[in-house]
């Protein structure tokens, strides 16, 4: 079975510009998590998607955004990129809606660095 | 909604010598708690979990976690570490009904062989 995948690995990007990661869940899942790791601060809740809809977003601006598509997959969009949003993106999937007992499976992440 | 502290930022121990990584968490409802593992160059990893029952749970690697209820604490234990537990561990709590994991900012652990 394969795992949740992300593309691109690594995204370089200047101050200002629009950065757009990729994520695939595990096949049957519905339920696409995105974080923010940076240095020193852990993991941070970023946003839930399932069947299509957010479901919930962490303490980050608007111009963090996303979508999740018909068949699950999901991207998220920064815009006016900072320097401070430099850090490893990470996705993760769950089956499904609503059921807070299962764990969540990570992908490898993509590493943006903001210039 | 939920926060999740750990205390200990880099803990270093000698091989064979026992763990304890702490974490707290603060919500006011029932919660999942978790605690994840990334080896280096490794993804993410589930430890083990806990949702009910009995609130001493056993997970991969000889690790297991104590829920403490009125202590809001879940705290990993490990009684022999090995070199191959060197990794960060990361504690995470989920609402039972808002399914909105929070981590904590993680505990790096450096096993010396």
């Known amino acids: 079975e394969a795992g949740v995948t992300q593309s691109p690995t690594h995204l370089i990007k200047t101050r200002g510009q629009q950065a757009t990661l990729r994520c695939s869940p595990i096949s049957g899942h519905t339920s696409v998590y995105w974080y923010q790791q940076a240095l020193g601060l852990g993991l941070q809740f970023l946003l839930w998607y399932d069947e299509g809809e957010e479901r919930n977003r962490g303490n980050f601006p608007p111009r963090f955004s996303g979508r999740q598509f018909p068949n699950y997959s999901s991207e998220l969009n920064v815009n006016a990129l900072e320097l401070e949003d430099s850090a490893l993106y990470l996705c993760?999937?769950?089956?499904?809606?609503?059921?807070?007992?299962?764990?969540?499976?990570f992908g490898p992440g993509t590493r943006l660095t903001v210039t | 909604a939920q926060s999740v502290s750990q205390h200990n930022h880099h803990v270093i121990l000698s091989e064979a010598a026992s763990l304890e990584l702490g974490c707290n968490y603060s919500?006011?409802?029932?919660?999942?708690l978790f605690w994840y593992v990334q080896y280096p160059g490794q993804h993410l990893q589930l430890l083990l979990k806990?949702?009910?029952?009995?609130?001493l749970v056993k997970g991969i690697k000889g690790f297991e976690a104590e829920f403490i209820k009125s202590k809001f604490s879940f705290n990993l234990r490990k009684p022999s570490v090995q070199w191959s537990d060197t990794a960060e561990y990361f504690c995470?709590?989920?609402?039972?009904?808002?399914?909105?994991?929070?981590f904590g900012a993680g505990t790096r652990l450096t096993v010396k062989p």
């Open positions: 919500y006011g409802g029932t919660v999942n």
């Open positions: 995470a709590v989920n609402g039972y009904n808002n399914n909105d994991m929070r």
């Open positions: 993760a999937s769950s089956p499904g809606l609503g059921d807070a007992e299962e764990q969540q499976y």
């Open positions: 806990y949702f009910s029952g009995d609130p």
